[in-house]
Each structure stands twice: as structure tokens, then as C-alpha cells.
């Protein structure tokens, strides 16, 4: 068996449930800390698949330029509220696959809280965005659904409205209600709702103009340097 | 700027502290704790970031007082029923503990703030780079590109309003945003090109072939390990004091909160005591300039 789906084993099987019972007992707000550490057990067989992969320097170098055009593409596009980031990060996953988008969608987050200051909601912000990009990969795997731009455009809005979107929410109920239970759940949720659809609004039009484009250059780069595809390619 | 006498500790140090104070900070909800909280990392936030952190802070009571007044709308229990709508109570214990939840709220986002001024990305990079060498690596890359394609899409913005492409405040949303992606588009060509590069030049200087190494520049000194050693006291000893019940406090459904007397008095100094330890920390440095420049 291989080492990470042994990893995966052991998280799910032993380390998750024994965080559960364990952090019932923890008294106040403890539930905080056992949404984080949950969140962080369930990376670590994502992060150890990539790391025994033993990426290549191009692979890397090409993910790191997504993950900083996603922490920045708020300053190349002037207006308000309009957020790239998910756009780009679900276009690398379309790209180049389910692994490369949670990387991408992870890292993206955790710097971007180091660039523009960090916030209690980080490791629910790494987990969105990373299952984003996992999704996008996972949807649009071997080409069975067209890389249309309406198509991509439509994906990137209901992806933003009922799986990242909720996904970012569940961190209210973590961090600013004084309980869980069926009320603050629901008032989380519908409190995030307008925003996630204008996100949501915003990720399709990106999808749908620059879409394309992108997936072009990057399909370019994969091509003719034939990247992320066999392992002695460098 | 003012050098932090805290951050130049090792950052395990610094991480062990931030861990403790944001653990304790969630886990007791103790009114008086609470309030040790807020004020030992009110002081330190304010000693980290100086005037900025005033409008931070001044930010902060609109939320408060909107936690606050939320809790009792989705928790009606507690007996003291202060008044009725639409046959909903709302209860004074439950505001009591919206204040509790709301401070607890405050208390988090001062400390981040402060572990974000400390914790720079390299001081993380050295803590758990030998853990994911890939990741760390992509982690440096991404703190590097991001202020390398911040100052190329600048470029790419100053030539393009030189040939009369440029945007303005009052552009139409439209234009904006074609010249958004056009801008963006331009620079994943510019930087995809320069990857190549950048993964080449890797390549012949060997990477892959051997285990990576990375450059430390923290070491473990005697004070490093004093402080440690202190900490995990301090944090044992209020460990022992709330596991006894000492900083009990609970709001619901009848208010029940220990006093702080007698024994658990130690407990609440052990505890304001770890919370200071920056500022103290700070305040001898402040105190050892002075003297030392009395002296010239």
C-alpha cells in the first residue's frame, strides 16, 4: 500500500474520531480548536501525495505563479468586491488536475493571509479554496465535459454558490456564533448566501472572458514542455 | 522601526506562545480571563503595529456589539426573561454570554494580528520547511512572485494608459473589466515565459538531484530555551488550575461563575503572567535603552 493512502487510513479511521472525542471534552469555545485541527488532519494526505511525488521545478514554479496571480489578482482588476482568485484557482484545476488545483487553492490562501494580514477563518479558507480547485480538476478530468466558456462559466457559479461558498461559511459557525446547533447553522449559511452570489456572478464572468485564454497558455506550456505529465520530464 | 523584543526570540518560541495564548483565549470563558485576554493583547497589538492599531481596534466594538446582540436571537435559553418578540425570549444570560462569545471573537483576531507581525513567512518556512521541503519551496516561490508580478502588471498598466488603453475611476464597470483580464492575460504569458526559465536555470544548478538543505538563520540560544521552558510551565500550571475548576464560568441556563479568590488567584496571575511575557519582555528592553544611554 502505498504511504499516503496509509496516511489516509490512519486519519480517517483513527485520528479524526479520536480528535472528535477528545475535543467534545474541551470546555468554552473549544469546538474552534477542534474545526482547525480537523481541517489540518484532512490535508495532510493531500500535502504528503504531493510531496512524494517529488515534484519537478517546472511543475512547481508554474504552480506558484498561479497561486501568486490568485493573491493578486485583486489589484490588477480595479473594482471592488471582484474577487479572481476562485476563478484562477479552479482554472488550474481544470488544467492541470485535482491535485495541482487543491495545492494551488490551499497555498493560495495561506498566502495570501500572510500578504494582507492573517484571520482566525485561515484554515477554512485553505479548505474552500482547495476543495474548489479539487472539484474543478475532478469535473473536468480527461476532457469528458467540453472546456466550453459557457460551460466553465455556469460550473464557476454554482461551484462558488453551494460548494465553496458554504464551505467559507461554515467558518462563522465556528468563530463568531456561540454555539452549534441547527439555528446558527442556518443563519450562517443564509447570511453568507448574497455574497456567495456575487461571487459566484463574478467567478462566471471570469470563467467566461478569460476562461480560454488561460487554458490555452497553460495547455502551451504543458505541451511543449511537456509538464505534469510523465516523471522524467523535469 | 521599533525593533519587537518578542520576535527576536526563536520563532518555536514565538509559535509555542501564540498557541497557548489563542488555545486559553477560546477555552476559557471566564469574564476576568476574558478580560486578561483582550487587555494583554490590546497591549501588544498596540505595541506592534503603534497608531494603526488604534483604528483596528475602534473597528472591533461595532462587531462586538453585533455578537453580542445576536446570541440571544438564536439561543433563547436562560431564565431571566428580559422581554418577548414574536414569542421568542430573550434572555439576559444569553446576552451575558454573547458578550463572552464576542470577547472571546476580539481576543482571536488581536492575537492572529499579533502572530502575523511576528510570524513572518520565513520564520514559518524555517519551522516547518525540513516537514515539506516541496510545499516550503512553493510556499518561498509564492512570496517572492507576488511582488515580482505585482511591479510587472504596474508595467503592463503604465504601458498600456501610455498608448491610450488606460482605465480611470470613472471607466464603466465594462472596461474595467476588459482591461482587468487583458492585463492578466498579459502577465501569465510574461510570467509563464519567465517560469521556464526560472525551471530551467533550477534544473542545471542540480535541483532534484539530492536532498534540499535550507539556510537557517534562527538558532536555539539559552534564552530561547529559559523562555520555552518557562512557557510550558505557566501553561502546565494553568492547565492544573482549569482542570480543577478554577476558571469555570457558565451562562447558561443560570449564570454560574467561579470567583476568584484564595487558591485560584495563583492561577489567575500564572495565567495574566503568560499573556504578558511580550510586553514584559518589551518593556526591559525599553527600560535597558534607557539606561544604557543615560550612560554615554
Known amino acids: 500500500m502505498k504511504k499516503s493512502n496509509v496516511a489516509m487510513l490512519i486519519v480517517f479511521l483513527a485520528l479524526i474520531p479520536l480528535t472528535l472525542f477528545w475535543g467534545d471534552k474541551l470546555p468554552g469555545k473549544g469546538y474552534y480548536i477542534t474545526g482547525v485541527l480537523i481541517i489540518a488532519e484532512l490535508s495532510i494526505p493531500f500535502f504528503m501525495m504531493f510531496e512524494r511525488r517529488k515534484p519537478q521545478a517546472r511543475e512547481l514554479v508554474v504552480l506558484a505563479i498561479m497561486c501568486a496571480l490568485a493573491v493578486i489578482g485583486r489589484v490588477v482588476i480595479p473594482i471592488p468586491h471582484f474577487k479572481a482568485a476562485f476563478a484562477i484557482i479552479m482554472l488550474t484545476g481544470i488544467a492541470f488536475g485535482p491535485e495541482s488545483g487543491f495545492i494551488v487553492g490551499a497555498i493560495t490562501a495561506f498566502a495570501s493571509n500572510f500578504f494582507y494580514g492573517q484571520g482566525a477563518y485561515m484554515p477554512w479558507q485553505m479548505m474552500a479554496y482547495g476543495a474548489g480547485g479539487m472539484l474543478a480538476g475532478f469535473v473536468f478530468i480527461k476532457n469528458k465535459i467540453p472546456r466550453k466558456p459557457w460551460i466553465m462559466a455556469i460550473f464557476g457559479f454554482l461551484a462558488n454558490v453551494f460548494w ?41 464572468l471570469m470563467m467566461f472572458i478569460f476562461g480560454k485564454p488561460l487554458l490555452e497558455k497553460l495547455d502551451r506550456v504543458k505541451q511543449k514542455y511537456g509538464m505534469l505529465e510523465d516523471e522524467n520530464g523535469i | ?127 516547518f520547511g525540513n516537514l515539506a521541503p516541496s510545499l516550503s519551496l512553493l510556499l518561498v516561490m509564492v512570496f517572492r512572485m507576488i511582488p515580482s508580478l505585482l511591479q510587472k502588471a504596474k508595467q503592463i498598466i503604465g504601458v498600456r494608459s501610455s ?134
Not at chain 2, 43 to 49: A, G, I, T
Not at chain 2, 179 to 192: E, N
Not at chain 2, 239 to 254: K, Q, S, T, Y
Not at chain 2, 265 to 292: A, D, H, R
Open chain 2, 163 to 296: 498608448i491610450g488603453k488606460g482605465i480611470e475611476e470613472k471607466s464603466s464597470i465594462k472596461n474595467k473589466l476588459n482591461s482587468g483580464m487583458t492585463v492578466i492575460g498579459v502577465l501569465t504569458s510574461w510570467a509563464l515565459e519567465g517560469s521556464i526559465t526560472t525551471s530551467d536555470s533550477m534544473r542545471s544548478r542540480g535541483y532534484g538531484t539530492a536532498k534540499r538543505t535550507s539556510f537557517m538563520v534562527y538558532k536555539m540560544t539559552k534564552t530561547d530555551w529559559l523562555f520555552g521552558v518557562v512557557m510550558l510551565i505557566l501553561l502546565g500550571i494553568v492547565i492544573f488550575f482549569a482542570a480543577n475548576g478554577g476558571m469555570n464560568a457558565e451562562f447558561l441556563p443560570e449564570r454560574n461563575i467561579t470567583p476568584i479568590k484564595g487558591i485560584n488567584t495563583i492561577g489567575f496571575i500564572v495565567y495574566l503572567g503568560y499573556l504578558l511575557i511580550p510586553t514584559i519582555l518589551n518593556i526591559k528592553e525599553v527600560i535597558q535603552w534607557n539606561i544604557s544611554k543615560s550612560k554615554i
Open chain 2, 1 to 127: 522601526m521599533k525593533q519587537d523584543a518578542f520576535s527576536k526570540l526563536h520563532p518555536a518560541v514565538n509559535l509555542l506562545f501564540f498557541i497557548g495564548a489563542v488555545c486559553f483565549g477560546v477555552l476559557l470563558q471566564h469574564p476576568i480571563y476574558l478580560l486578561a485576554g483582550i487587555f494583554a493583547s490590546g497591549v501588544y497589538y498596540f505595541s506592534l503595529n503603534g497608531r494603526k492599531a488604534i483604528k483596528t481596534i475602534l473597528l472591533m466594538i461595532p462587531l462586538f456589539i453585533f455578537i453580542t446582540l445576536f446570541n440571544p436571537i438564536v439561543n433563547t435559553r436562560g431564565v431571566t426573561v428580559l422581554f418577548t418578540y414574536l414569542d421568542r425570549p430573550y434572555t439576559l444570560e444569553a446576552l451575558v454570554y454573547g458578550i463572552a462569545v464576542a470577547a472571546t471573537f476580539v481576543l482571536m483576531i488581536l492575537w492572529l494580528g499579533c502572530y502575523g507581525k511576528v510570524l513572518t513567512g520565513d520564520k514559518f518556512i524555517c519551522l
Open chain 1, 164 to 204: 465553496i461558498g458554504p464551505l467559507l461559511d461554515t467558518s462563522h459557525i465556528f468563530i463568531m456564533m456561540p454555539e452549534i446547533s441547527f439555528a446558527t447553522i442556518t443563519a450562517s449559511l443564509a447570511s453568507g448566501f448574497p455574497v456567495n452570489v456575487s461571487q459566484g456572478i463574478c467567478t462566471a
